[in-house]
């Protein structure tokens, strides 16, 4: 194997990190866990990291940029309307939750239920990466508002803000159920009564 | 100190899992923290409960059933209409989370998002419990309908998931926050547009 540089180490111990924390919990996995399910020698962990709780803040940060927020480019394509993006959007959500059969959930519904008691800097973290999600899925409202797609005229942000709660606990009852059913139930609820 | 009845050393061992495990979450604390919270050697644990998952399963029982099914009698209280009912029991809860400084959250929604994936006898625990805790908020929403409180003829048990995972979104949110917004903000969304 070819000598990895300091980057690519880096990058694998974020990989491991995403992968290690969504599987078995922040608490559920040592340093020594993360790398080895990365491949790389456990002394080079605190050449890139202070702690675990600093890898967590990154790997939080590294999940949200690099995967969940691809998914959020949906929210903002122009072959559909706005309300089919929202619509399109929960559904690629599940089709991936089921593709993973109903394990390991959000890693951000996760982080925040373990470690926002604990870990100031994660529930900086977790804050900043909720204002955001909730913004865009806000502009989205807006804009299915203003091509007169959904009835209602309630505040965007407000929305919003109701709706991705309602997704966190519904991703949650489908790891319990290990079945679709409950966020197949959280799209047709979205739909058909408040965002009709 | 009196020489503890085995039915009290179980009694104890029960309130300090829902302590420990709503404090630490149940990866972050071990049999030993859980003995020294109830008091109690540590052998004696043993005698009561097969395993940690075992007893977490029972916490959880007993967290439901002491604490959380209290509150929810405020869905049945014939002094108020059943809308009024439903405002009362989300603030209750809401002032109940203000006392505690926003910490530890839902013991339910904690456990969902560290265990569902690794722990069967707690995932069928979690199951029944949202079971009938969505079957007491939707004939309460029934009621409410049928009074011609609430303006929406949507079906109550669709309704009343939808309005659970977005309470448990709630308070997710508020932990991070470490503030009633999050909160006050899901009880005005609700009554507003959900159940106007």
């Not at 078995?24 to 491949?39: E, L, Y």
């Not at 691809?70 to 929210?75: G, P």
């Not at 865009?136 to 407000?158: K, L």
């Not at 949650?172 to 959280?186: C, G, H, M, S, V």
Request: one cysteine or more; aromatic letters at 8%; proline letters at 3%.
């Amino acid at each position: 194997m070819a000598r990895l540089s300091s980057h690519d180490v880096r990058e694998r111990l974020l990989e491991a990190g995403v992968r290690t924390f969504s599987k078995a919990g922040f608490n559920g996995c040592s340093v020594q866990d993360i790398t080895d399910a990365a491949g790389v020698p456990k002394g080079s962990f605190y050449n890139h990291f202070e702690s675990k709780e600093a890898l967590g803040a990154a790997a939080l940060q590294h999940y949200w940029t690099d995967g969940a927020c691809d998914q959020l480019k949906i929210l903002t394509r122009l072959d559909m309307s706005p309300r089919e993006r929202l619509r399109t959007y929960f559904e690629e959500a599940t089709a991936e939750m089921a593709q993973i059969g109903f394990t390991c959930g959000c890693l951000v519904g996760n982080m925040a239920a373990e470690l926002s008691d604990h870990s100031p800097i994660i529930a900086i973290q977790l804050s900043a990466i909720f204002l955001g999600w909730s913004g865009q899925v806000a502009e989205c409202i807006r804009a299915a508002q203003a091509a007169g797609e959904i009835e209602s005229n309630a505040d965007p942000d407000q929305l919003a803000a109701f709706v991705l709660n309602a997704w966190e606990g519904a991703v949650l009852r489908a790891r319990i159920e290990k079945a679709d059913r409950p966020l197949r139930q959280f799209i047709q609820t979205l739909f058909t009564i408040l965002l009709r």
